[in-house]
């Protein structure tokens, strides 16, 4: 994941502000927040700025993943190359909604804010969205999720618990 990062930061820093690179970065799924806050300590950028960017680029598609993805799962799983895809996005959603049905909506905050792979708030929404959760009871979790993932995240990269 480093070097994907690397990758993109080396590619976007000679084109856009330092801001908008970490705002994408944030955007893109699998990379999310903590993908954002890395290349923000690859850019030398304040750990508050870039909290911030990283943290509305996460959240962005998520409303929009709550509120569609089912409707647009069921439009394209037809497709025989993208109907694959949507199959392993489900069964990685499947993955995490024994934590939610035990541990109920704070399942959902641990599926979000635990920064290991696999998990975030493209995750989180789409177990939410899976598993019919209204927008409006999901949303505030997973914004608290990504942000208690950032927090985490921001700590280690750039060293607030003296580990970078």
Known sequence: MDTLIQSLVDFFSSRIPNEITVFIVSLLPV???????????ILNMDVLKAFLFCYIGNMLPIPFILLFIRKIFDWFRHMKHIGKVIC????????????IEKYGIWGLLLVVAIPLPGTGGWTGALVAAIMDLRIRRALPIIALGVFIAGLIVAGVSFGLFGAA
């Open 31 to 41: 990379l999310e927040l903590r993908g954002g806050l890395i290349a923000a300590r």
């Open 88 to 99: 392993k996005l489900e069964k990685k959603a499947d993955k995490h909604r024994g934590t």
